[in-house]
Nanobody, 114 residues
Framework: QVSLVESGGGLVQPGGSLRLSCAAS????????MGWYYQAPGKQRELVAS???????NYGDSVKDRFTISRDNALNTVTLQMNSLKPEDTAIYYC????????WGQGTQVTVAS
């Protein structure tokens, strides 16, 4: 069992920044990949970014060069720094961890609006 707790969502103006954090507990020693997906109303969940335990990062096309993912293996945390936010980034952001199955956080709302 892996439990994930997210923090850091909120309301921000276009062009602004937010930082999301996610902390894993439970059987967190076996986590291979951690990352974030987002889901906008009426749309499917899409990958934002992921990072392996070895530090290899992967980004969705829409966030490349704007978002940065980082991970602390010792603390079992993953952070998503989001810069130059756009209204189309508005969504619920879900932290996930992959062991031999996917584990999900409860989601945090990010709203980008004037």
């Amino acid at each position: 069992q892996v439990s994930l707790v997210e923090s850091g969502g909120g309301l921000v103006q276009p062009g602004g920044s937010l930082r999301l954090s996610c902390a894993a507990s439970g059987s967190s020693r076996n986590i291979y990949t951690m990352g974030w997906y987002y889901q906008a109303p009426g749309k499917q969940r899409e990958l934002v970014a992921s990072v392996t335990s070895g530090g290899t990062a992967n980004y969705g096309d829409s966030v490349k060069d704007r978002f940065t993912i980082s991970r602390d293996n010792a603390l079992n945390t993953v952070t998503l720094q989001m810069n130059s936010l756009k209204p189309e980034d508005t969504a619920i952001y879900y932290c996930y961890a992959y062991t031999n199955q996917y584990w999900w956080g409860q989601g945090t709302q990010v709203t980008v609006a004037s």
